[in-house]
């Protein structure tokens, strides 16, 4: 149980162009959903908190409008990477949990984004 | 600000060592602290939890400690296997996860 995808797993992508990554929880409802980058060899960096059917919240330092992120419905979230640049080429993570709890969460297996 | 640190950065040893993993966190006001593995472009598994009123918690040959007064915790692997390989990366609750910068540990056979 308690399981996370992610889709794609990895994308290459031009400079300017927008790119959607989908994170869904297969077999939980998920109340809240956490988006998170990693850059190479280094920890994870949460981006974002979203609660289904409200605005996500957005951490110190992460442009809102360039990380769009929805959360639909129960099972489905997705980061919209918008004009993308190549310092946007990161390793993007996503987890969910049913609870809401920070410390309940469950995570997909990620998504390589190269933006060339 | 709550800064997670983890010591060694990276660490090879061969299979059958006992090891101890170090997380570090510079504020004791924390709900819990997990632990979890992370293999090599993949996503995070959880292996450990422990609450803040906790001192310890095990799974298997993997024990965790935590003293939040002195901002510490361990993660002890015995008996280590080839299939442990990954990077170990601890993390702190006060109301979101904060993680630490991770050990990459490499046991060879």
């Known amino acids: 149980g308690a399981v996370v995808s992610q889709h794609p797993s990895w994308v290459i992508c031009k400079s300017g162009t927008s790119v959607k990554i989908e994170c869904r929880s297969l077999?939980?409802?998920?109340?809240?959903m956490f988006w998170y980058r990693q850059f190479p060899k280094q920890s994870l960096m949460l981006m974002a908190t979203?609660?289904?059917?409200?605005?996500?919240?957005?951490e110190q330092g992460v442009e809102k409008d360039k990380f769009l992120i929805n959360h639909a419905s129960l099972t489905l979230s997705t980061l919209t990477v918008t004009s993308a640049h190549p310092e946007d080429s990161s390793f993007y993570i996503c987890?969910?949990?049913?609870?809401?709890?920070?410390?309940?969460?469950?995570f997909g297996p990620g998504t390589r984004l190269t933006v060339t | 600000k709550q800064e997670v640190t983890q010591i060694p950065a990276a660490l090879s040893v061969p299979e059958g060592e006992n090891l101890v993993l170090n997380c570090s966190f510079t504020?004791?006001?924390?709900?819990?602290l997990q632990w979890f593995r992370q293999d090599p472009g993949k996503g995070l598994t959880s292996l450990l939890l422990?609450?803040?009123?906790?001192r310890e918690q095990t799974s298997g040959r993997l024990n965790a400690s935590l003293d939040k007064s002195s901002g510490r915790s361990t993660l002890y692997i015995a008996a280590s296997q080839p299939g442990d390989s990954a990077t170990y990366l601890c993390?702190?609750?006060?109301?979101?996860?904060?993680f630490g910068t991770g050990t990459r540990l490499q046991v060879f056979p």
């Open positions: 504020d004791s006001a924390i709900y819990n």
């Open positions: 422990i609450q803040s009123s906790q």
């Open positions: 987890s969910a949990s049913s609870k809401g709890l920070a410390y309940e969460q469950y």
């Open positions: 077999d939980f409802q998920a109340t809240t």
């Open positions: 979203s609660n289904e059917g409200s605005k996500a919240t957005y």
């Open positions: 993390a702190v609750v006060p109301d979101k996860l904060i």
